[in-house]
């Protein structure tokens, strides 16, 4: 099966929900997944709660929030990344993003595209 690299190009948490949930999808069917936060969608990797969390609703309805899709991104395999130049313009450490994740920018990223399919969030 062929890989899948994606980019979260803003810090929307909708579109890191949708991105994530495509991640999650490909990596249950047996893929390869990478997911590349861009810039300022780098917070939205963040180990602490954010005001734009939406944990309340989504368990209410039996659904992961935020922080539970970073787990089960890892724990499925997903190679998650943060963007070195978000990183260097926001002054956000590779610390203070979830366990795990690793900095990288965009031109290694599409150096070691390959076979993979890129799609944008």
């Given amino acids: 099966m062929t890989g899948l690299t994606i980019i979260v190009a ?12 495509t ?25 602490v709660p954010r ?3 939406d944990g309340p609703g989504l368990s ?5 929030d935020r922080p539970a899709l970073i787990a089960m991104a890892q724990a499925a395999g997903i190679t998650l ?7 260097a313009l ?12 690793e900095a990288g920018g965009m031109v290694s990223l599409l150096a070691t595209l390959g076979t993979d399919r890129l799609v944008s969030f």
Avoid: K, N, W
């Fill in 10 to 21: 803003s810090a929307d948490a909708a579109r890191f929900r949708a991105a994530m949930t």
């Fill in 23 to 47: 991640a999650l999808a490909q990596a249950a069917l047996g893929g390869s997944v990478r997911l590349y936060c861009h810039e300022a969608s780098i917070a939205l990797l963040a180990r």
């Fill in 60 to 64: 209410a309805v039996g659904l992961p």
């Fill in 90 to 101: 926001t002054g956000v450490t590779l610390e203070a993003l979830a366990e795990g994740v």
């Fill in 81 to 87: 990344i943060a963007c070195q130049t978000g990183l």
């Fill in 51 to 53: 005001d734009d969390d």
